[in-house]
């Protein structure tokens, strides 16, 4: 079965750079949602679309920017990179909002900034 | 702070012994999650325990939720080499694509 695809999978940016993330959900899933996890910590809620709207948003930079597109597919765009913006980013995906949806995970994209 | 957090922080036990990590929060949930990550891997859930069940078996896994004491657990039985990983519970307290709160891990190391 299809599973949620995450690009590129390694990333290794300089500081004050730009990265974008890509994420492709299981097909027919509505709902995407972006974590952070940095070395040795939990993950951490960053933001979420349902439907192409932004549906909640948590611990997200304003260097941050996301947008889910008409094909579901999201994207987190990460500008004037930091040292610390190093980390794990997992996109996951589900279908509604809710209830007792299960997220599915994508393998993350580990970013490094150099 | 952390909606959930785990303990203990690590955890070393020798193969075919049961594992137990427990996870507290501190708001209602509609529903407790539990992944696993091998080392710098992606998240797999595990198990998804409802706020109005208080037990829950999948295979080798076992999960308990106490809603009255916030907390929930994860037994492994006869564990093997493979369960060596990061084991996290994550919160969803409902509501909307709010995401989910994921506690601090234990990590399990299985010694063969």
């Known amino acids: 079965a299809a599973g949620v695809i995450q690009s590129p999978r390694h990333l290794i940016k300089e500081k004050r750079e730009t990265a974008t993330l890509k994420c492709y959900p299981i097909p027919r899933h509505d709902t995407v949602y972006w974590y952070q996890q940095g070395p040795g910590q939990d993950p951490q809620f960053l933001i979420s679309?349902?439907?192409?709207?932004?549906?909640d948003k948590g611990s997200i930079p304003d260097r941050f920017s996301a947008q889910q597109f008409s094909d579901y597919h999201s994207e987190l765009n990460m500008s004037s990179l930091e040292l610390g913006d190093s980390a794990l980013y997992f996109c996951?995906?589900?279908?509604?909002?809710?209830?007792?949806?299960?997220?599915?995970f994508g393998q993350g994209t580990r970013l490094t900034v150099v | 702070s952390q909606q959930g957090e785990e303990d203990p922080q690590a955890l070393s036990i020798q193969e075919g012994e049961n594992a137990t990590m427990n996870c507290s929060y501190k708001t209602s949930i509609n529903n407790l999650q539990w992944y696993r990550q091998n080392s710098g891997r992606g998240l797999v859930h595990l198990i998804l325990?409802?706020?109005?069940?208080r037990e829950k078996h999948s295979g080798r896994l076992r999960v308990t939720l106490d809603t009255s004491k916030k907390s929930s657990s994860l037994l492994i039985t006869a564990s093997r080499a493979a369960d060596t990983a990061s084991y996290f519970c994550a919160t969803d307290v409902g509501g909307g694509a709010d995401g989910l709160t994921f506690g601090k891990g234990t990590h399990l190391i299985i010694q063969p």
């Open positions: 679309f349902y439907e192409k709207m932004q549906s």
């Open positions: 996951a995906s589900s279908l509604g909002l809710g209830g007792n949806t299960e997220a599915f």
């Open positions: 325990i409802r706020s109005n069940e």
